[in-house]
C-alpha cells in the first residue's frame, strides 16, 4: 500500500509559479512510475504529466509541455510538479497517482495508476 499527500497549491495570478509536493508513505515509492493529473469543475480528470521509477524518463500533455517540470527524489519518497508561466485554464484541483510497485514506467492513463492523493487546489487569477 502507497499513500500520497499533496501539498503546495493555491492562488497565484497568471505567469506566476507553484511547485506542489507529493509525499509518500508505504511501499516502495521508489519502485513505482508516478504521474499527476488534473481536474477542473464539469471537466474529466485529464493527464497532466507521469515519470518513471528513476526519473529518467518523463511525459507531458501538450497543454503543459514546456511550462510544467516534473521530478522524483527518492530518497525523500517525495515527487515534484514545478508549474511555470500559469494560466488561468490551468486552475483545477491536481492530483498525484502512483502505480503498483513494479510497475515502474510512465502512464498516461488514470485506470493505469492504483494510488491516489487527496488533491490539492491551485487557482490562477487573470
Known amino acids: 500500500q502507497v499513500q500520497l499527500v499533496e501539498s503546495g497549491g493555491g492562488l497565484v495570478q497568471a505567469g506566476g509559479s507553484l511547485r506542489l509536493s507529493c509525499a509518500a508513505s508505504?511501499?516502495?515509492?521508489?519502485?513505482?512510475?508516478m504521474g499527476w493529473f488534473r481536474q477542473a469543475p464539469r471537466k474529466e480528470r485529464e493527464f497532466v504529466a507521469s515519470?518513471?521509477?528513476?526519473?529518467?524518463?518523463?511525459y507531458y500533455a501538450d497543454s503543459v509541455k514546456g511550462r510544467f517540470t516534473i521530478t522524483r527524489d527518492n530518497v525523500k519518497n517525495t515527487g515534484y510538479l514545478q508549474m511555470d508561466s500559469l494560466k488561468p485554464e490551468d486552475s483545477a484541483i491536481y492530483y498525484c497517482?502512483?502505480?503498483?510497485?513494479?510497475?515502474?514506467?510512465?502512464?498516461?492513463?488514470?485506470?493505469?495508476?492504483?494510488?491516489w492523493g487527496q488533491g490539492t487546489q491551485v487557482t490562477v487569477s487573470s
Open positions: 508505504g511501499r516502495a515509492f521508489s519502485d513505482s512510475g
Open positions: 515519470i518513471s521509477w528513476s526519473g529518467g524518463s518523463t
Open positions: 497517482a502512483a502505480r503498483r510497485p513494479g510497475r515502474n514506467s510512465i502512464a498516461t492513463i488514470p485506470s493505469l495508476y492504483n494510488y
